[in-house]
């Protein structure tokens, strides 16, 4: 099953993925820069991982361009956006991401290989 999720903004996205049971935070460590002899200096960093059997592509903001006027206009779209793919959604997760869900587009930003 695949669906095409649109949120206001990247934390509402987050949310709503966690609360459906299709992603989960993790902590992780990152490199946050060099002391003075050259060494890295650690930190941690909470990602976004998807749950088992999920795929996730997290596409953000989209920006578009109409061509079909002169000189060409660009034309944003500031909503946070995801596809998502899962093969088993039980009727609790859907109901939970319904209000973010959206119609297919009729030309998507990106689809599945």
Same mark, same amino acid.
Request: net charge negative.
């Given at each position: 099953m695949d669906l095409y999720l649109r949120a206001p903004? @990247? /934390? +509402?996205m987050n949310a709503a993925l966690i609360a459906a049971g299709l992603a989960y935070n993790e902590t992780v460590?990152?490199?946050?820069?060099?002391?003075?002899?050259?060494?890295?200096?650690m930190g @941690? /960093? +909470?990602?976004?991982v998807p749950a088992p059997f999920v795929s996730l592509d997290v596409i953000g903001p989209?920006?578009?361009w109409?061509?079909?006027?002169d000189p060409p206009?660009?034309?944003d779209y500031p909503e946070w956006h995801v596809n998502v793919r899962s093969?088993?959604?039980?009727?609790?997760?859907?109901?939970?991401?319904?209000?973010?869900?959206?119609?297919?587009?009729?030309?998507?930003?990106?689809?599945?290989?």
């Open positions: 903004d @990247e /934390a +509402t460590p990152v490199q946050t820069g060099e002391d003075e002899d050259g060494e890295p200096i @941690e /960093a +909470t990602v976004l989209i920006v578009k109409d061509y079909s006027v206009v660009e034309i093969y088993d959604l039980t009727e609790e997760q859907l109901a939970e991401l319904q209000p973010i869900i959206i119609v297919p587009p009729e030309q998507p930003f990106r689809v599945w290989a």
